[in-house]
């Protein structure tokens, strides 16, 4: 019904800067709160942010804090995630989620594919 797909990963030096963004097809993604979670092998997924339908209200997980900004355009039917100062801990594949507002994953209905930020020297 909702299809997600995350574009924006890279390789990139500690204290560096990325952007990904989450484009929607099927329905408006106005209709879902979203988020962004992230993995990296062996691990279970982890919470990053999470976003309200309207964009009026944001949360984060204490390890990004400060650091990474959710946020989302309506009209371009997009969620992007702006992440800042990254460190090499950081690294992992990245999820953008639909569904609900909050940190938990099994409450969201909609996954992306996913894709792959690297933090490195």
């Known amino acids: 019904q909702v299809e997600l797909v995350e574009s924006g990963g890279g390789t990139v030096l500690p204290g560096g800067s990325l952007r990904l963004s989450c484009v929607a097809s099927g329905r408006p993604f106005s209709d879902y709160p979203a988020g962004w979670f992230r993995q990296v092998p062996g691990k279970e997924r982890e919470f990053v942010a999470t976003?309200?339908?309207?964009?009026?209200?944001?949360d984060y997980a204490d390890s990004v804090k400060g650091r990474f900004t959710i946020s989302r355009d309506h009209a371009q039917n997009r969620v992007d995630l702006q992440m800042n100062n990254l460190k090499p801990e950081d690294t992992a594949v990245y999820y953008c989620?639909?569904?609900?507002?909050?940190?938990?994953?099994?409450?969201?209905?909609?996954w992306g594919q996913g894709t792959q930020v690297t933090v490195s020297a």
């Open positions: 976003i309200t339908s309207s964009g009026r209200s944001r």
């Open positions: 989620a639909a569904g609900i507002y909050g940190p938990f994953e099994r409450g969201y209905k909609y």
